[in-house]
């Protein structure tokens, strides 16, 4: 398990449950719940209530425009958030929607998901009004889930019947992802490599064609039955993290580029709802009972001989690096890219070289 941090109330967050988190361009992170927005400069956490009322909800999916990190909330309407200060932006015929999330075209404008029928608003100069969808679209969603635009200005909407897509910012010229239709888009993420990545459900797809059509491939990268995909980041290496809720399990699996998948087990009471990397490559997760800092999660795995137990009990980090561990009741010495049985004198028992481990061996590497 890596080295990680919890952080709740008893430090200084308004609320537990934590729906969303991002990082502006200053360093700040920035924390939605379902009590308003917290930021958080490494040491304390400082909470902004609302004008309208001091608490209100914040589970949106955070962008990202100029300096800002971008929330949408219910009731306070659009947060710009950068270092240490929030500036709301509320909007006429907003005043009781819950935007699910926002995307800031220019400083005055944005286009907004709400829980309104029609689900798509641009507002320009404080003054919203309806996007036009496609017809035949527009009567098979009853809900809009989320909104992102890529590195390339494509704008991005994920419904609860398909993906719709802007090409180049374009709002007269929607189009919908036909390899999408009718699944439940609630995860949208661009990758570092440009990709866009789509959670649906159960299943996690990519879309890799730059020039971006209707026909354009949708790749299923891995499903699990009976689950359900809650948030994604990745990382400089390309590895796909996936927060999802399985068989009522709560955990955090890492996908590599060439399909293998790594377990970072949460706690089962923490459902992971965003996912998002710092600058130094810390993993931060909203979660249901918190937000969890998880420090540079680069963990590979190393499976035990077959016969053994894959339990590892015990173990020490060498001079040279490499690591030497009871698993089962073998000892082995990992390094880079190998794990080498090491021989022992004497019978071992699985799982009971603690104090092997910390005083002799200690000593003799010194």
């Not at 537990?16 to 400069?41: E, F, H, L, P, S």
């Not at 015929?93 to 029928?117: M, N, P, R, W």
């Not at 377990?263 to 998002?276: C, M, V």
């Not at 710092?278 to 969890?292: H, K, Q, S």
Request: hydrophobic share 35%.
């Amino acid at each position: 398990w890596a080295p990680q941090t919890f952080y709740n109330t008893s430090n200084g967050l308004i609320n537990n449950r934590t729906g969303t988190v991002a990082q502006d361009k200053a360093g700040y992170m920035w924390v939605g719940t379902d009590n308003g927005i917290c930021c958080y400069d490494g040491r304390k956490f400082t909470f902004f209530p609302g004008r309208n009322r001091r608490f209100y909800f914040a589970h949106s999916y955070a962008t990202f425009y100029k300096q800002y990190a971008v929330l949408g909330t219910s009731g306070e309407g659009v947060a710009l958030c950068h270092r240490n200060k929030v500036l709301f932006r509320r909007f006429k015929g907003c005043e009781q929607v819950y935007i699910i999330a926002a995307v800031a075209l220019s400083d005055h404008s944005f286009l907004l998901a709400t829980t309104q029928k029609n689900g798509i608003l641009l507002v320009r100069d404080s003054v919203a009004s309806p996007v036009k969808l496609p017809e035949a679209f527009l009567a098979r969603i009853t809900a809009c889930l989320i909104v992102d635009k890529d590195s390339k200005g494509n704008i991005w909407v994920g419904t609860d019947s398909g993906l719709l897509v802007f090409p180049k910012g374009d709002l007269n010229k929607p189009f919908v992802l036909r390899g999408m239709q009718g699944k439940y888009i609630n995860v949208l993420k661009e990758g570092r490599n440009g990709v866009m990545y789509a959670g649906a459900a159960t299943s996690l797809y990519s879309i890799s064609d730059t020039s971006y059509t209707p026909l354009s491939e949708c790749r299923l990268l891995c499903r699990k039955d009976s689950a359900s995909i809650s948030s994604l980041e990745t990382d400089k290496d390309h590895n796909i993290y996936i927060g999802y809720s399985y068989n009522y399990n709560n955990t955090l699996i890492r996908l590599s580029p060439d399909g293998k998948q790594t377990s970072l087990l949460l706690d089962n009471t923490n459902y992971p709802w965003d996912l998002r990397f710092d600058r130094e490559e810390n993993l931060w997760a909203a979660c249901e009972n918190g937000l969890l800092k998880i420090s540079q999660p680069y963990i590979k795995n190393y499976l035990a001989e077959a016969g053994n137990f894959p339990i590892a009990k015990s173990g020490i980090i060498l001079n040279d690096g490499s690591f030497l561990g009871n698993i089962g009741d073998k000892v082995y010495q990992i390094s880079a890219e190998r794990a080498i049985t090491r021989k022992c004198r004497g019978k071992i028992h699985a799982g009971y070289l603690e104090q092997r481990f910390s005083r002799r061996l200690t000593a003799k590497s010194g």
